[in-house]
């Protein structure tokens, strides 16, 4: 069933009348069955009559069967009276919603953290942080006062904007710390299982973050080194775990003063205690290199790969420049394997084009400057001279009798040559 019209011309006029068809088999025959004449019909008229044709058959109507030239209503706009009002950020978020349902973290914050007499659920709000921590990374209060209210967050989670703010996302971070460990073990797990990450090599690093401000309440905050270059404040120490491909796999915190080597037996003992031991290999740099903490990797029968203090070297001096047994794993960067006089470990030797070059710019920048202070050095010096000889009445070109004393009197004008002059002319001195 579809819409037919024809055109008559009436008085110098053209009229188009529409009628309701429908195709009938007479024998062996199709014939088109006028069902109801129509009439003149408008665009919202044509429209009302296909959604007619639509209901009497049952299936949709066919799109050519249709030539009128318009087959949805349109109305005239003013642009400039168009304004676009509550625009959200939507694909983002969604697929964020997407990933923490599909790691299991929905079901999981439900059991971990079961509704009580809350207003909000805590698992909504932990579900509002890791959205966040997918789209766009920042402060809480930058989440409840700008990016929330920016994105489709309140229609798909259903939590109004006004009701996002900062002190319940700090709160629910609070409730979220309290099962740290079973969400790292959950998501290595899962994860694991998506996308086949394997745990067996494991990189180690700590890092740094500071304070403004005493941070009287936290006792982990102290003054120590500074990676940010703030001594003044205090900082706590942040200890990451991560996969051979980059995933963490897990984080503790530490006190601002605590030594990086101080930190390595800890965090091997808790993420073996909390991710199994099998087979794992501890990749760090020489800032964990201590006599302490390699003896106790030995005694332990743990595999590991340690950054060596540049001291080291010297054991090594006689491999270094050897020709044979480098091998190239990078371009620039070539490796050899040897074995450790005292401990019989293997050692990995390795040798960069680019640190080569680095370390002769900075020898030779180094150099300059050293041979520029000389220069500045030795024109003091004969302007110091100089200086002596014309004091004693002399022409500058002639040589100064060892023997005569030089004159005092004008160097203590001279605040700036007076101890290298008195140094150089005193009596029975050249």
């Known amino acids: 069933m579809y819409l037919r019209h024809t055109i008559r011309r009436k008085d110098g006029k053209v009229h188009r009348y529409w009628c309701l068809v429908r195709s009938v088999r007479v024998g062996r025959r199709v014939i088109q069955q006028t069902v109801v004449q129509l009439g003149e019909l408008d665009e919202r008229g044509r429209i009302e009559a296909r959604t007619l044709a639509r209901q009497l058959i049952g299936t949709p109507e066919q799109a050519h069967l249709f030539k009128d030239g318009s087959e949805d209503l349109t109305v005239p706009v003013r642009l400039k009276g168009i304004r676009i009002e509550r625009s959200r950020q939507f694909g983002d978020v969604y697929l964020a919603l997407a990933l923490w349902r599909g790691t299991g973290l929905e079901e999981l914050c439900r059991q971990?953290?079961?509704?009580?007499?809350?207003?909000?659920?805590?698992?909504?709000?932990?579900?509002?942080?890791?959205?966040?921590?997918?789209?766009?990374?920042?402060?809480?209060?930058?989440?409840?006062?700008?990016?929330?209210?920016?994105?489709?967050?309140?229609?798909?989670?259903?939590?109004?904007?006004?009701?996002?703010?900062?002190?319940?996302?700090?709160r629910a971070l609070d409730h979220l710390l309290a099962h740290k460990a079973t969400l790292?073990?959950?998501?290595?797990?899962?994860?694991?299982?998506?996308?086949?990450?394997?745990?067996?090599?494991?990189?180690?690093?700590?890092?740094?973050?500071?304070?403004?401000?005493?941070?009287?309440?936290?006792?982990?905050?102290?003054?120590?080194y500074s990676r940010d270059h703030r001594p003044d404040c205090k900082q706590v120490c942040i200890a990451l775990v991560v996969t051979f491909d980059g995933f963490p796999l897990g984080y503790e915190v530490f006190a601002g003063n605590?030594?990086?080597?101080?930190?390595?037996?800890?965090?091997?003992?808790?993420?073996?205690?909390?991710?199994?031991?099998?087979?794992r290999v501890w990749i760090t740099d020489r800032g964990m290199a201590s006599a302490g903490n390699l003896a106790w990797l030995r005694q332990t029968g743990r595999r590991y790969i340690i950054g060596a203090p540049k001291s080291e070297l010297k054991k090594f001096a006689s491999e270094l420049p050897h020709p044979d047994g480098w091998r190239t794993v990078h371009?620039?960067?070539?490796?050899?394997?040897?074995?450790?006089?005292?401990?019989?470990?293997?050692?990995?030797?390795?040798?960069?084009?680019?640190?080569?070059?680095?370390?002769?710019?900075?020898?030779?920048?180094?150099?300059?400057?050293?041979?520029?202070?000389?220069?500045?050095?030795?024109?003091?010096?004969?302007?110091?001279?100089?200086?002596?000889?014309?004091?004693?009445?002399?022409?500058?070109?002639?040589?100064?009798?060892?023997?005569?004393?030089?004159?005092?009197?004008?160097?203590?004008?001279?605040?700036?040559?007076?101890?290298?002059?008195?140094?150089?002319?005193?009596?029975?001195?050249?």
């Open 112 to 170: 971990l953290l079961p509704v009580g007499q809350e207003r909000i659920a805590w698992a909504k709000m932990a579900a509002v942080l890791v959205t966040a921590r997918f789209c766009e990374p920042s402060s809480e209060l930058h989440i409840a006062e700008d990016w929330y209210r920016r994105t489709a967050l309140c229609d798909l989670l259903q939590l109004g904007d006004e009701e996002v703010n900062k002190d319940r996302l700090y």
């Open 184 to 224: 790292e073990a959950h998501l290595s797990k899962r994860c694991g299982e998506l996308f086949a990450v394997q745990n067996e090599v494991l990189l180690y690093d700590v890092t740094s973050t500071y304070f403004e401000g005493q941070a009287e309440g936290n006792p982990q905050a102290q003054r120590g």
């Open 258 to 279: 605590t030594h990086d080597s101080r930190t390595l037996q800890t965090i091997v003992a808790t993420m073996e205690a909390r991710h199994g031991v099998m087979g």
């Open 331 to 430: 371009e620039g960067v070539e490796v050899k394997l040897t074995s450790h006089p005292e401990t019989k470990e293997t050692v990995i030797l390795c040798r960069s084009a680019d640190r080569r070059r680095k370390e002769q710019a900075m020898h030779d920048k180094f150099s300059r400057r050293i041979e520029e202070s000389l220069d500045r050095l030795a024109a003091r010096i004969a302007r110091s001279r100089e200086t002596a000889r014309s004091c004693d009445g002399e022409p500058a070109d002639r040589p100064h009798p060892a023997a005569k004393p030089a004159c005092r009197r004008p160097l203590r004008h001279r605040a700036g040559a007076g101890r290298l002059l008195g140094r150089l002319a005193s009596p029975g001195r050249s």
